[in-house]
Nanobody, 125 residues
């Protein structure tokens, strides 16, 4: 069982930056691939970025965030991060982190077993 708690959301003007954090409970964090997703009002949840269990591989949504967002992790702190730069109003959404048990799982993950409650990011123009 993994519990995930996101933090770091808030309101920022276009062009600004935010860093989201996702703290995971348990001693097996380094066994999980981690992902970030977002859901804007009236839209379906969409993939943003993923990082494998060791931090050696990353994967990003094409076009929408690549080059502006960076996913990273600190396995000693049981935390995954999403650094968001050059934010745009269309980045406004609730951001969720998710965990996928890496053993036997494809890369990038096709599904995630655990989800956090989300943190709101609002970007004003």
């Amino acid at each position: 069982q993994v519990q995930l708690v996101e933090s770091g959301g808030g309101s920022v003007q276009a062009g600004g930056s935010l860093r989201l954090s996702c703290a995971a409970s348990g001693r097996t964090f380094r066994s999980y691939n981690m992902g970030w997703f977002r859901q804007a009002p009236g839209k379906e949840r969409e993939f943003v970025a993923a990082i494998n269990w060791s931090g050696g591989s990353t994967f990003y949504a094409e076009d929408s965030v690549k080059g502006r967002f960076t996913i990273s992790r600190d396995n000693d702190k049981n935390t995954v991060y999403l650094q968001m730069n050059s934010l745009k109003p269309e980045d406004t959404a609730v951001y969720y982190c998710a965990a996928d048990f890496s053993v036997g799982s494809p890369w990038p993950p096709l599904a995630y077993e655990y989800w956090g409650q989300g943190t709101q990011v609002t970007v004003s123009s």
